[in-house]
């Protein structure tokens, strides 16, 4: 992650604030009109950005700031304490079914990263909660993503379940089934992509769903793409519903919108993040840690 920009413009903004000592309404006022343009060339989305402004400008207005001796100091808590919310609040951990195998159905366009970090967190849950997981090839239509799944499964030492180009729904029935005989508390679906939402795909998704009841549906979304990402997680929750994103390629994410924008967008929150090519790079998503990245 490196959203130096937003950082960067940020830090000039409170500078200057420091820089005057006590704050009249004016000084704030073009302070917060600074935070807008940071955010909004960060790509945050507008709606959002306008929002958090109005929040962060009804709480520095007021005369306890203004009043203050070090009113500088309470804007950056202030906006510090927002970005947090905005990001959800605090991290949001996985659902886990009482009965297992808690089953996690991974969806997501084409390309963002769902086979590889469907990989990570398996091998994640295996390594820090010791869990035994299963992954399954659900993606049918390419033969290359089967063999994908295979050769990161084994890997990270993780059996991978395969039906070669079955009925993506038997093939997940057949899955649970397998993980329940093997002793399998997680299973993991790795599901097609396409390269846009279409019905057919969300036809074949809810199918999915219908029939194994996952207790977590988690979009992977390629954070690089931005709004892109913003919108395909809005598409996914109205078709589908998900409960929680997994953003990928932070590492390659130079200004921060899809990762400031997702749950105040979606309401959904970041679960997981996918920080490099590499098969542990994978972290929970905690909103202040974040937070307290960009304030630099
Ligand atoms: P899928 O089509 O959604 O299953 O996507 P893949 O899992 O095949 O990933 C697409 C590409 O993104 C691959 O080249 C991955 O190595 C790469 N990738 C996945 N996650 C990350 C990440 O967190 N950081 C970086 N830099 N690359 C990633």
């Known amino acids: 992650m490196a959203f130096e920009g937003l950082t960067e413009k940020l830090s000039a903004a409170f500078k200057r ?41 009804e709480r520095a207005v007021g005369a306890d700031v203004l009043e203050s001796l070090t009113p500088a100091q309470m804007v950056v808590k202030i906006v510090n304490e927002e970005l947090v919310s905005l990001m959800g609040g605090a991290n949001a951990k996985l659902a886990v079914s009482s009965r297992p195998p808690t089953v996690i159905m991974l969806v997501g366009l084409q390309g963002a990263g769902k086979t590889t970090n469907g990989a990570k967190l398996a091998g994640y849950l295996k390594k820090q909660n010791s869990r035994r997981p299963l992954l399954v090839a659900c993606d049918v239509y390419r033969p290359a993503a089967i063999k994908q799944l295979e050769v990161v499964g084994g890997q990270l030492g993780i059996p991978v379940f395969q039906m070669g180009q079955g009925d993506p729904v038997e093939i997940a029935k057949a899955a649970v089934s397998h993980a329940v005989q093997h002793g399998n508390d997680l299973v993991l ?12 795909l969300m036809a074949e998704l809810k199918n999915i769903k219908s029939a194994v009841r996952p207790a977590e549906i988690l ?36 200004r921060g919108g899809a990762a400031l924008s997702v749950k105040a967008t979606t309401g959904k929150p970041i679960k997981f993040v996918g920080t490099g090519e590499k098969l542990d790079s994978i972290e929970p998503f905690h909103p202040e840690r974040m937070a307290s990245r960009i304030l630099g």
């Open 219 to 254: 979009l992977v979304v390629d954070a690089m793409t931005g709004q892109d990402a913003v919108n395909a997680a809005k598409a996914f929750d109205d078709a589908l519903g998900i409960d929680g994103v997994m953003l990928t390629k932070l590492d390659g994410d130079a």
């Open 189 to 200: 679906l790795d599901t097609a992509g396409r390269l846009h939402v279409d019905e057919e």
């Open 17 to 57: 604030l420091r820089g005057k000592g006590r704050l009249t309404e004016a000084d704030i006022r073009e302070a917060m009109r600074e935070i807008r343009m940071a955010l909004l060339e960060a790509d945050v989305s507008y709606k959002v950005v306008k929002d958090f402004v109005a929040r962060v400008s």
